[in-house]
């Protein structure tokens, strides 16, 4: 059996031949979905590529620099503006230093919204909060002191 080990910050251990490196996410309004990462969630873009002759631009955001650090791959297919989100896919999830204040900033934007108020999760005590997208995608928040 082979145990993949990454920190934190997405970086491998030593001892692992993998890295975990991108989730993509089709997206209906690009523009508006970088804003919501990079101004709403602090996220950097680190990459936005137009792929005319196949009719698609790939965006990546991360919390780090570049995309070897972990990213969303936001997906923009030509002509396209609404998805099927299906019920496989759960969620993102990020950790905070104030789920309040990043509830607020989504709140107070235009894109996405606040579909479950910070508090302690059922079962337990970990602060958590659920927002969504501009696409519908939801996003967890986790305080990151009850981690």
């Known amino acids: 059996m082979l145990c993949v080990i990454v920190d934190f910050t997405?970086?491998?251990?030593?001892?692992?031949?993998?890295?975990?490196?991108?989730?993509?996410?089709?997206?209906?309004?690009?523009?508006?979905?970088?804003?919501?990462?990079?101004?709403?969630?602090g996220m950097n873009l680190v990459s936005n590529t137009d792929y005319p002759e196949g009719k698609f631009t790939l965006a990546f955001?991360?919390?780090g620099k570049t995309k070897e650090d972990p990213c969303i791959e936001l997906t923009?297919?030509?002509?396209?503006?609404n998805y099927n989100l299906?019920?496989?896919?759960?969620?993102?999830a990020f950790s905070t230093n104030d789920i309040?204040?990043?509830?607020?900033?989504?709140?107070?934007?235009?894109?996405g919204k606040v579909t479950r108020e910070p508090g302690p999760m059922k079962h337990g005590t970990t602060v958590i909060a659920f927002v969504e997208d501009p696409?519908?995608?939801?996003?967890?928040?986790?305080?990151?002191n009850h981690l």
Request: with cysteine.
């Open 10 to 41: 997405g970086h491998l251990s030593q001892n692992s031949p993998m890295k975990y490196i991108h989730t993509m996410i089709r997206v209906n309004h690009l523009d508006e979905s970088i804003k919501f990462y990079t101004e709403v969630l």
């Open 61 to 63: 955001v991360s919390y």
């Open 76 to 81: 923009y297919n030509y002509g396209k503006d």
């Open 86 to 92: 299906g019920d496989a896919f759960g969620h993102i």
């Open 100 to 111: 309040k204040i990043v509830c607020d900033k989504v709140r107070n934007s235009d894109s």
């Open 135 to 144: 696409n519908g995608y939801k996003i967890e928040l986790i305080e990151r």
